[in-house]
């Protein structure tokens, strides 16, 4: 979801509106709600508390810790194991609860693994066997971070980018699919910034939301979510009539011959 302003910086446009999506989205049976203290920063977790607390049992919120916003809304690496654990109590003491179903460790580094990295990951250990947080996840790694953390600890789950025109992750995807880790990929219908936006202008994906009676965001939605049966959708919403547009996304079967040319577009 979209929840806060543009640029995941500061309110929304439209608070009741932002409100009413949260709300509507658990009557629609969602269970899984991403965010970050550094979302606004601190207005996703403030809208999702003051729209949904006291939580319903089943309802698996996942933040991330990794980043923060400068002054003029950048995005900045928080890399120190003292200021990670800082940020996992934020989101804890943010959202009002003693416990997370998972938090994300945001790399904004991918080389590979590294003391630093080992160093992190040992933050999100000691979080998780205290209680503060069910699952470890990972975003924006290789590969090669993914190996290694297995290694150490049980992973739940890998956030990376990845979408009809964007594949860089395919590795990360095929090998958490090998060892059953959800993949969660944030741009499933590129970044918000880039215009005109590769995967909702491509001819390919009009061509095939004409010939299903869909929209091109239906159809590059329901290609990502049959790549493999681990992949969890998050698009972003702002409005409850995107959020019903996004949730109809599960009714939709593409054929073989919508899969072939949609996994043409990358090539």
């Known amino acids: 979801m979209q929840l806060p302003g543009p640029g ?25 709600i991403d965010t970050a203290q550094f ?30 916003r400068d002054d003029a809304g950048g995005w900045l690496p928080v890399s120190e194991p003292a200021d990670l654990r800082r940020d996992i109590e934020a989101n804890l003491r943010t959202l009002g609860v003693d416990r ?4 994300n460790l945001r790399l904004f580094e991918s080389d590979g693994p590294n003391q630093q990295f080992d160093d992190q990951l040992s933050v999100m250990i000691d979080a998780r066997d205290e209680g503060l ?45 090998r060892q059953g880790i959800a993949f969660v990929p944030f741009f499933p219908l590129g970044a918000a910034f880039m215009r005109p936006n590769p ?20 159809v590059a939605l329901a290609w990502t979510l ?3 049966p681990n992949v969890l959708l998050i698009p972003g919403t ?30």
Not at 8 to 26: F, H, K, Q, S
Not at 100 to 103: C, D, E, I, K, N
């Open 8 to 32: 995941v910086l500061g309110p929304p446009r439209d608070r009741d509106e932002a409100l009413a999506v949260l709300r509507r989205a658990v009557e629609r049976g969602v269970d899984h």
């Open 133 to 177: 947080i069910d699952g470890i996840g990972l975003s924006n790694i290789n590969r090669e971070h993914l190996l290694h953390a297995v290694e150490r600890t049980e992973i739940a789950c890998v956030q990376n980018a990845f979408n009809l025109v964007q594949r860089d992750s395919a590795a990360v995807l095929d090998e958490c699919t």
């Open 100 to 103: 997370l179903a998972a938090v």
């Open 199 to 218: 995967v909702l202008n491509h001819e390919l994906v009009g061509k095939a939301a004409e010939r299903l009676g869909r929209t091109p965001a239906q």
């Open 226 to 228: 049959s790549v493999a």
């Open 238 to 267: 702002s409005t409850v009539a995107h959020l019903e547009e996004n949730l109809d996304v599960a009714s939709i079967e593409l054929d073989s011959d919508t899969r072939e040319q949609l996994n043409a577009v990358a090539a």
């Open 39 to 68: 979302y606004g920063p601190d207005v996703a977790n403030e809208l999702i508390r003051e729209a949904l607390h006291p939580y319903p049992e089943n309802l698996a919120l996942v933040s991330k810790v990794g980043g923060r």
